[in-house]
């Protein structure tokens, strides 16, 4: 997926988001902006891709400030929040494992987006997160492919299911753990920290290393980069018959490569750029099998 | 007043929503924000000065895209909206003429500051202003030099009021007709258009021009810049025993300067850059004195 011309005000708050938890001083703080400023007007234009846009300032905000994990607090609040908002969603939980098996995919698919806003890449990082939990999981799938999802899973021998931020994984277990029911699950976090994506300390912290294999993508690329992926991940990329990708990072990059599985996206729509590529409004839950030709920027 | 490192968002954000409004191209969109963020990068310090960053900025927008008043468009609806609510504002009118003097004072600063809300600078421009004018009117000052300023009043000759947008124009005229019971009340506005701040087609429009002298600052630049002011201008500053100052770029701007006459700013304090130097927060309305020491960044 290209950027649209406003992903420019997004990168651009980020890079402050960042700064700012790389250093209290506001001298260094405007030093890292202005240089990622740089950076920015260089890629940014038409044919630029979101997440390797956002791969390349991250990256460079990272070497420039000699700080390999900038947002390695926001990630331990995020992984501890989503471990206490677990045990609040005991009861959800129960009546999830109730359902029909349809219905346990939906449900759990909705419990893996309410994770999925304990982002603080496209949000900024004071949202009310407890209260963007419950909108999403009271509320529906705009996109819901269940269907497709679950006649896929009778056939298919393994899935790759691919991560995208830290808290959010604590989620993730309880979909794996669903799809473990039909098939193998491999997860796949990433290599090295970027922005607030999950790594295996984040996996090992929800507990996703004892119930299913974890590998990592070999890189820090934002979403999925092929070209520098490890080749254990692009063993498990090939060999997979469902790849699921978590979030708008892996949405923006694998949209970009011709795959011939079928991929389910599961995402919170959280900018309009990208609300407005799948056809719905901003804050829409999506659980989305890649069509090609319809979704193709 | 200098930027913090956040206002490197807000610039964007701007540079993005004007783009939008100079054309619906995309490619040309992405080509004018572009360029912005170079020239951006350039500026971009601790040491840049907010309003006039804005400035160098949007002059810059304007010449390469050829587009003299990117705002238009937004600036008649924001004056639209302005003349339509001040007619439900009728029985508040009526409210505030009936108190006493400083509370007369109090009652159409804060209608001004309800106009200050209809502004598509510091906000982005879907907000729903109606909910924000409401606010305001049902809210307190959170800084309150009312006294400080009636008591001025009853000393002074002339008095200098520098406008900040267009829309917010109608509502100023109604505390510019409270002030001439005291003194005589000159009116700025800006030379040439420049983001949404009114020039002399608001003033018409608003009716400014009916009740009090009204004059421009001879130049484009947000806020105040002196050295680049037309003689008029300067002569009414100088001769002015209060200068009133509307709106944020009005403030970061004259706060630069070492003026000897009391300046009473008179604005909603949109972010947290500008809410942290005048010590409250974001959302609070302000009618403040000028006290360099204590507000000089």
């Known amino acids: ?26 001298k260094e703080q405007f030093n890292l902006i202005k240089a990622c400023l740089g950076v920015i007007e260089k890629i940014y234009g038409e044919d630029a891709v ?21 947002y390695k607090r926001l990630k ?22 109730d359902y029909n098996p349809l ?20 949000y900024s990082t004071d949202i009310d997160i407890n209260k963007k ?8 799938l705009k996109i819901d492919h ?3 999802l679950l006649n896929d899973l009778k056939d298919a021998n393994k899935i790759l299911y691919i991560c995208d931020n830290a808290g959010e994984v604590v989620f993730d277990k309880i979909l794996i753990e669903e799809l473990k029911n039909y098939c193998d699950v491999v997860v796949s976090v990433k ?24 590998i990592t993508s070999g890189n820090d690329a934002i979403g999925v980069r092929l070209e520098e992926s490890s080749e254990e991940f692009l063993k498990e990329f090939r060999e997979a018959d469902i790849i699921i990708a978590k979030g708008m990072g892996n949405f923006e990059s694998l949209t970009e490569y011709d795959i011939e599985q079928p991929i389910y996206y599961i995402f919170k729509a959280k900018c309009l750029p990208i609300a407005e590529m799948v056809g719905v409004e901003v804050g829409d839950n999506i659980l989305l099998k ?3 030709l319809k979704i193709k920027n």
């Open 290 to 292: 890649n069509k090609k």
């Open 50 to 70: 979101a997440a390797w846009m956002g791969t390349t300032v991250h990256r460079y905000l990272k070497k420039i400030s000699g700080n390999p994990d900038p």
């Open 191 to 214: 290599g090295a920290p970027i922005l607030n994506d999950a790594t295996l300390d984040d996996a090992r912290i929800a507990g996703i290393d004892k119930i299913a294999k974890v």
């Open 103 to 122: 219905n346990r995919i939906i449900c759990k698919v909705k419990l893996t987006i309410a994770g999925n806003v304990i982002d603080f890449g496209p």
């Open 146 to 148: 269940s269907k497709e």
């Open 76 to 97: 331990d609040t995020a992984n501890e929040i989503a471990l206490n908002y677990l045990e609040k969603l005991k009861d959800e939980l129960k009546l999830c494992n």
């Open 1 to 26: 997926m290209k950027i649209k011309p406003e992903c420019a005000t997004c990168i651009v708050r980020q890079v402050v988001d960042a700064s700012k938890e790389i250093s209290n001083n506001e």
């Open 133 to 140: 939990i419950e909108e999403t999981l009271s509320g529906k």
